[in-house]
């Protein structure tokens, strides 16, 4: 037993020693090939490639995400437009509701410049301290400063975060407030005429540089707003995007629940939920009737076989239920095969029916 165990030994270490030597003889053979200005680099590759054969094929994926200074897709860097813009919406109406018990109208006057406050205390705690809107907090995105070449991340300088201020929540409140400043002054005045067609004019190329630099940025992917392409500025990643490892169980179960919703959504329209609905009722109406008797005949007269409320100027179809005039008119419009929801009589015509009402006497016990 011994002796089967130490040869088994002796053909392992045997096995680990030639491997050993085959690995040093061609890691010589490489530093022997390359120049030795190559050298690190192949260095670096095969202990690139030993961690990826020891990690088992995960932490390469990882590696192999892109870069935080890589560029941000199209469709990210608009989505993080339109989050600021909800938020922005969203804070001024829960601002404007804390004065919904107030007279109407009271904060009209200042309006542009309680949205301007609001969006600076937003700009003070999102652009100025983190260099990223909220939208782009979200998304993993943040700005940094195009003006300095180089692979290193450089973010905005103290300028670029005024400037920005001063073109995003200046430029909202001057078009706002000169609404109401010169469009509403006297027209008669030369002075004020000059300054709308001045600021018509501004606002006009303003436009049509926005429409250009959108463009431009659907064809290049950097700077989708003009604000960002004057002071240099680029939304990059906060933090390098790994790769999302998405199970195979989850994809089918969401390409199932897809296909369905899809077959609802075809075959939902074609079913007549009120013909379905008036079958049922009338099936539970006859069961009823059947033991009711006279009680039923009676409540049928009483009440709109549709809404089930008294009848506002009573209507018949055919049968012995009477409907309002509106609740039978809506729904034949709507059907024109209505039936009775409550013994399913097919609509002959719609004639007024005349209530008999009686009443009696309560005497207290």
Request: aromatic share 10%; with cysteine.
């Amino acid at each position: 037993m011994r002796t089967g165990s130490t040869s088994r030994l002796v053909r392992l270490l045997k096995g680990v020693a030639s491997m050993l030597t085959h690995w040093c003889v061609c890691w010589k053979a490489w530093f022997v090939a390359v120049q030795p200005g190559k050298r690190r680099a192949v260095h670096a590759a095969v202990c690139r490639s030993l961690k990826m054969a020891g990690a088992g094929g995960d932490k390469p994926l990882a590696e192999a995400g892109p870069s935080p200074l890589s560029r941000v897709l199209r469709i990210s860097q608009l989505d993080a437009f339109e989050l600021d813009g909800a938020l922005e919406h969203l804070i001024w109406s829960q601002f404007s509701r804390c004065f919904q018990h107030f007279k109407p109208g009271l904060l009209t006057p200042a309006e542009p410049e309680l949205k301007a406050l609001l969006q600076l205390l937003l700009w003070r705690f999102t652009v100025y301290s983190n260099s990223a809107t909220v939208g782009q907090a979200l998304l993993n995105i943040r700005y940094r400063n195009a003006l300095i070449p180089g692979q290193r991340y450089r973010p905005m300088s103290r300028q670029q975060k005024l400037w920005f201020a001063l073109l995003t929540v200046g430029g909202k409140w001057l078009r706002e407030r000169s609404h109401s400043l010169l469009l509403l002054g006297r027209p008669a005045d030369t002075g004020v005429r000059k300054a709308r067609g001045t600021l018509a004019l501004i606002g006009g190329l303003a436009k049509a540089a926005s429409l250009f630099n959108f463009l431009l940025f659907l064809q290049s992917g950097t700077f989708p707003a003009l604000t960002e392409r004057l002071l240099g500025v680029q939304p990059v990643f906060s933090r390098p995007q790994g790769p999302r490892d998405i199970n195979f169980q989850y994809m089918n179960r969401e390409l199932l629940w897809h296909g369905f919703a899809e077959f609802l959504i075809f075959l939902l329209p074609l079913v007549n939920t009120w013909k379905l609905k008036a079958n049922v009722s009338a099936l539970f109406s006859l069961s009823d009737k059947t033991k009711g008797g006279t009680a039923a005949e009676t409540s049928s007269q009483m009440e709109c076989a549709v809404c089930g409320e008294w009848p506002t100027m009573p209507h018949s179809i055919g049968c012995s239920h009477v409907f309002c005039y509106y609740c039978v008119k809506s729904h034949t419009m709507a059907d024109i095969f209505f039936t009775c929801p409550k013994c399913s009589a097919e609509l002959v015509t719609v004639q007024p029916v005349k209530l008999q009402i009686e009443l009696t006497e309560m005497h207290p016990s």
